[in-house]
């Protein structure tokens, strides 16, 4: 069933059963006012025949004959009169066994009157006084004009009932629809995307309603889609092209050593050759995966409390069992607020820091005469900072401009080997951690990267 539909019949239960209470409140109160007004004339009649019967002195036959006579007329009022010693002294019609049971009940309440009905018909019981004794009256009636008339009002209210049901059924299905209306063309706009356009965003509302929450929304999903789409094909594509170079060439130093070789030297030689093309597509593929890791959602990323100093002391180990002639210092700068050891904590993930601290010492090193690196880390209240400080052959101004961008090589890749990548991902790793990169430099003179993290990630909330 479509929203439209249920919520339009939601609508008509509840304001049936609303109409429903109301309708029968206002049958209540009708037959109530209905059944007083009876009750009121039934009793101006029945005294009206007493002081009749009592006054005029005729026969019992005399006065049954003009009762009868009327009745055909106008719905007169049955009457049976008792004395004081609850004797039957007049009656039109034979009396009801019930009577007993009234006149014992109007005696001991010692009211003037009361009221019941039986069998479809009004009754009443009065007390009547004349020539100075006590008579009890009971007189019956049926209201057959008030009967039909209500009998009307209530098919009245029925039709009426049902008419408003089917009407409020049909203006909520359609306010239902207009008011969903913006939802489906929402649904045909999302039907219209696909992977071959993702670029292709839902049209905005100008109302800031929920439908306006809910297109930004899904703009914002769609967003984060086409950049994970976008990145798992740039990662697919880098890898085929990536590859073939280094594989191409071992494939070809394997093929020339099963052709060409014949001494030992020449095989030895021909397995360094294809062992440093090996352990270049060894590096590239760990340098992709670890880039790979560091382009997911952060939400997909587990953070853990860790202490930086630690982190950088096991990047400087792995490090240097790497390459044992790197060498690195770290360096703990004076703070200007108090030199709690607490203050190098931090929330994060210790693998990506790792490779992200590993990269700039590994680029500190290799590009540097002395294969050293210098790292000042400094704390306060509002920032914890790390510098990677090398006196190595610097970045120009023009290649400072590109050298995040995901394997681009400066003018100074003839200097050391390597694939352009490593910066890629130490930028979306600092990134990922709320935290900001800055590089300073000057060709000849040196290097100077510095992390800034802010200390509200010191802890988890």
Sequence with gaps: MKIATRTALIYAILTAGILFLFAYVLYFVSEKNREDEFNDRLGYKVIWRSEFIFDVRISDEKIRELHRRNQTLLNEADISVYNSKKQL????????????????????????????????????????????EKFYIIGSAEDVTGKAHIAEFKKDIIIIYISSIVVIFIIGFFFSYYTLKPLKDIILQIRDISEHNLNQRLDIPKAKDEIYELTETFNSTFNR???????????????????????????????????LNVTLDDYKLSIDNALQDANHASELSSALLDFARASYDVSQISLVNLRLDEILAEAKLALIQKNIHYKIGINYMDT?????????????NPYLLQVAFSNLMENACKYSQDKSCHVAIETNSKYIKIHFIDRGI??????????FDLFYRGSNKSYEKGNGIGLSIVKRIVEIHEGKLYVDSQVSQGTTFTIEFPSKNKKAV
């Design 394 to 403: 610097g970045i120009s101004d023009q290649d400072l401009l590109k050298i």
């Design 225 to 259: 889609l086409e950049k994970s789409f976008n990145n798992h094909k740039q990662f697919v594509t880098t890898i085929s092209h990536e590859f073939r170079t280094p594989l191409s060439t071992l494939i070809a130093e394997l093929e020339l050593a099963k052709e």
């Design 89 to 132: 002294t007049f009656t039109d019609i034979p009396p009801l066994q019930s009577n007993d049971k009234y006149l014992d009940k109007i005696i001991k309440s010692n009211k003037n009157r009361i009221f019941w009905q039986q069998n479809g018909r009004q009754y009443i019981a009065v007390q009547f006084e004349s020539n100075g």
């Design 336 to 348: 200007t607020d108090d030199e709690d050891e607490n203050n190098y904590d931090f929330f994060g």
